[in-house]
């Protein structure tokens, strides 16, 4: 047996593998969250971020391993327990219902009904939908929404769920510059209230400035994990990206930043496009 305690709040991983039609996608993965942090979980496209994801939320039963939430097996709770510790942004916001948006974030209240919880579901709802910046959308069909204001909107109900274990996959990516930082600040501030918060990010210099750690995940194993500038050197980020790029401190923070290297832009090839 381990000698490691199990993290009485909080999610994780513990040698967990997951193998799909023989092939191993995640290969003894370590990684946990607790009550306070931000854990930002970076990785090239097909490290196996979001199946670690799906292990950690108790969605996807590990081949081998252990996925733990709130020190219990996660095949162990049922899905309403599931549903009240944690809840999940999916990498995949993608919404086939016509529903107007304060109903897609009601939604996030459902695990809550019929408990004394429910009491608080407009005050909850009213929360989410001020945080994420979406109360001006909430009459509209949620199928009419451009790609960034869905992503806020998905966020809202994740919000809205009030789980002490937070995972988001990629809660970002459509997402404006203004509009990511203000997400992000978001999931710092839910880290700082208290709660465990996981979010895969493909911004680099996102999950430096606002991860209190980073795990770097690479071919399904944990390639590295500690704080930003531990874990984004030039040369490992080089490598598991394979592209050379230069760590820079951010002038302002002094977190570190991870620039592509490019060629002097003299050298590009200067065109005008025809027509
Ligand atoms: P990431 O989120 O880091 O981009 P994923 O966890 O989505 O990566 O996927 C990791 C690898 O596992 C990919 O190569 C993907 O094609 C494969 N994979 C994920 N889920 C399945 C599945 N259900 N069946 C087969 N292969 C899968
Ligand atoms: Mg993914």
Redesign the pocket.
Known sequence: MTATPAVERGAELRAVTVE??G?R?LDRVDLQVGPGELVALI??????????LSVLAGDLPPTAGTALIDGVEAHRLRPLELARRRSVLL?QKGVSFSYPVREVVAMGRTPWARTPEASRDDERIADALARTGVEHLVDLDVTTLSGGELARVSLARVLAQDCPIVLL?EPTDALDLGHREQVLSLAAQLARDGGAVLA?LHDLDLAAAYGDRVVL?HD?RVAAEGRPEEVLTASRIGDVYDHPVEVVPHPGSGVPLVLPVRPPSRQRVSGTLDG
Not at 43 to 52: H, I, L, Q, V, Y
């Open positions: 799909v039609a092939r996608i990785g090239p496209n097909g490290a196996g971020k979001s199946t670690a990498q996959d895969v995940l399904g």
